[in-house]
């Protein structure tokens, strides 16, 4: 039996209203909700974007220390990375073809969270994206 079917990784952000508007604005991702504290303030959000679908929660603590906190796989890198430069992204690497079948670039959000962006180039049983 088959259990998983969706995950949704939980970003770290100062500010839940100006992190959704970078997911939105910039990459091209939709509101799913808001989630509000007692005073009336975002704490929690969803994006989507096709099959992704990402959290991001209000924190005092934020950014992932230079590693990856999440890898997104999209359809076509090229047209990603063209929309993120187009839109002031910081692009801390351009597309690079990787070894293990993908090529990918990586962003950094407002928050210092390094996201990885790339297309499985061997898509399949095979492919790194299984």
Do not use: H
Not at 28 to 56: C, E, H, Q, Y
Not at 102 to 121: A, K, P, S, T, V
Request: charged letters at 20%.
């Amino acid at each position: 039996m088959i259990q998983g079917y969706r995950s949704m990784p939980i970003l770290s952000v100062r500010d839940v209203e100006k992190s959704t508007d970078f997911f939105t604005d910039t990459l091209g991702f939709s509101l799913a909700g808001f989630w509000k504290d007692d005073a009336n303030k975002p704490r929690f959000a969803i994006v989507v974007m096709d099959g992704i679908t990402v959290g991001l929660q209000r924190a005092k603590t934020t950014g992932s220390d230079g590693q990856w906190a999440a890898y997104f796989y999209v359809a076509d890198i090229e047209a990603f990375a063209t929309q993120a430069a187009g839109n002031n992204v910081k692009i801390n690497q351009e597309i690079v073809a990787q070894p293990y079948g993908c090529r990918d670039m990586e962003i950094e959000d407002l928050d210092g969270n390094i996201l990885c962006f790339g297309q499985d180039m061997l898509p399949g049983k095979n492919g790194p994206g299984l």
